[in-house]
C-alpha cells in the first residue's frame, strides 16, 4: 500500500488522458488536431513550459459539458485513490475554459458534482484552489474573482499559473488582495521558469502562504534561510521539471538537497497525464533517483499534510495514519 499523502500541486486540466480526450471529443463532436491516441501520445515531448502549455490549453478544447468536468475528476479520483492520495488540493484554470464560451458556472458546477462526497465515495478529501492565468490581465483574473464569487463554498485559495516569466506576481497584487479579503487563502506558482525573486514577490505582495515549484530559491540563499525559518512550503514537481526541462535528468533534482536543507518540500504530480505518472510514480521515481532514505520519505508525506489547508482534527488523523504507516 503506498504511503498516505496530500496531493497539493495538481492541475485537473492536467489529469486529461489522451484516451478520455478522444472519448470526450467524440461525445461532444469537437475536433482533435490528431489522429490517435498514439499520435497525440508522441506530441508529448516538450521544449520548455511555453511548448507544454500550447497543447495543454489546444487539449481542453474537448472540455464542453458539465460532465466532461465530471468525468475528469472523477478519472483523478480513482488514480489518485490507488496511489495513497487522503487529501487532494486540486487547481482549476477557470480562464481557459471560460475564454472559450465555456460558461464558469459549467466548470465548477462540473467539478463539484465529482468532489462533494470525494471523501465517502474514494477516501479522498478535496478542495479547489482557482487559478489565474498569468499571462492574461490582471483585469481578466479580477473578472474571474468577481464569477466565483457565489461559489465561495467550493473554493479554498487563489493560485497562480501559465508562463512564468514577464509576469511577475505583483501584477496581480490587487486581486490577490480582493481574493484574501473575500476569505480565501492564497498560494501561487513561482521560481519555476522564473527567478527566485518572484518566489519573494509572492510573499511579500501577494500575501501567499505556499509556493509552486520554487526550485530556483536555491539560487538566492538568503531566500532559501527565509523560507526555512518561516517554514513556507514548497510543492515540488520531479517529473514536470524533467519535462519541462526545468532540470536536465531526475538524479539532478534538487529535492534531496532542498530537504536536507530544511526547506518544507513536498512532491507533486503537476499535470500527470503530460508528465509520464501520477503522485505516487513521482515518489518511488524520486526516490530511486536520489536514493532517498526511509526518513526522508516520511519527511515528505508529513509536509503534504502539514502544508494542506485542512482542519486540525483532519490533519491530525492524516499525520495518525502516517505515523502507524511502516516502508
Ligand atoms: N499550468 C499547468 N501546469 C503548469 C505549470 N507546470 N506551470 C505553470 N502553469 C501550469
Ligand atoms: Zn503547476
Known amino acids: 500500500m503506498p ?5 497539493l500541486h495538481l492541475h485537473i486540466e492536467g489529469t486529461l488522458e489522451p484516451e478520455l480526450a478522444f472519448a470526450l471529443a467524440e461525445r461532444d463532436g469537437t475536433e482533435l488536431p490528431f489522429a490517435s491516441v498514439e499520435e497525440l501520445r508522441a506530441a508529448y515531448r516538450f521544449e520548455d513550459l511555453q511548448s507544454f502549455l500550447d497543447l495543454y490549453y489546444r487539449l481542453t478544447d474537448v472540455l464542453q459539458t ?3 468536468f465530471t468525468d475528469l475528476a472523477e478519472a483523478y479520483l480513482s488514480r489518485a485513490s490507488a496511489e495513497g492520495v487522503r487529501h487532494a488540493e486540486i487547481f482549476f484554470d477557470p480562464q481557459a475554459h471560460t475564454a472559450r464560451g465555456v460558461p464558469f458556472a459549467t466548470v465548477i458546477d462540473g467539478l463539484w458534482k465529482a468532489l462533494y462526497d470525494s471523501e465517502q465515495r474514494y477516501g479522498i478529501s478535496t478542495a479547489l484552489i482557482m487559478c489565474f492565468l498569468r499571462d492574461l490581465s490582471a483585469e481578466s483574473a479580477l473578472e474571474t474573482l468577481n464569477a466565483a464569487e457565489p461559489y465561495l463554498d467550493r473554493i479554498v485559495a487563489v493560485g497562480l499559473d501559465s508562463a512564468e516569466v514577464g509576469h511577475p506576481p505583483a501584477k496581480f497584487a490587487a ?3 480582493r481574493a484574501r479579503e473575500l ?3 492564497a498560494v501561487a506558482h513561482a521560481g519555476e521558469e522564473g527567478p527566485a525573486a518572484y518566489v519573494a514577490e509572492a510573499l511579500d ?3 501567499v502562504e505556499r509556493i509552486d515549484h520554487g526550485i530556483r530559491v536555491l539560487e538566492d540563499p538568503m531566500l532559501v534561510e527565509r523560507l526555512v525559518r518561516e517554514r513556507i512550503p514548497l510543492t515540488v514537481c520531479p517529473f514536470s521539471n524533467v519535462r519541462l526541462r526545468v532540470v536536465d535528468r ?8 532542498m530537504l536536507d536543507l530544511g526547506l518544507v518540500a513536498t512532491v507533486n504530480s503537476d499535470d500527470p497525464a ?8 513521482n515518489f518511488d521515481g524520486i526516490q530511486a533517483a536520489l536514493d532517498l532514505t526511509v526518513d526522508h520519505l516520511r519527511t515528505l508525506a508529513r509536509n503534504s499534510f502539514e502544508a494542506s489547508f485542512i482542519d486540525e482534527p483532519t490533519r491530525a488523523r492524516y499525520l495518525a495514519e502516517l505515523d502507524a504507516y511502516t516502508f
Open 3 to 7: 504511503v498516505p499523502k496530500a496531493e
Open 66 to 68: 458539465e460532465q466532461d
Open 175 to 177: 486581486v490577490y488582495r
Open 183 to 185: 476569505g480565501l487563502r
Open 205 to 207: 505582495v501577494l500575501g
Open 250 to 257: 531526475l538524479a539532478d533534482h534538487p529535492l534531496r538537497r
Open 274 to 281: 503530460y508528465f509520464g505518472g501520477y503522485v505516487h510514480e
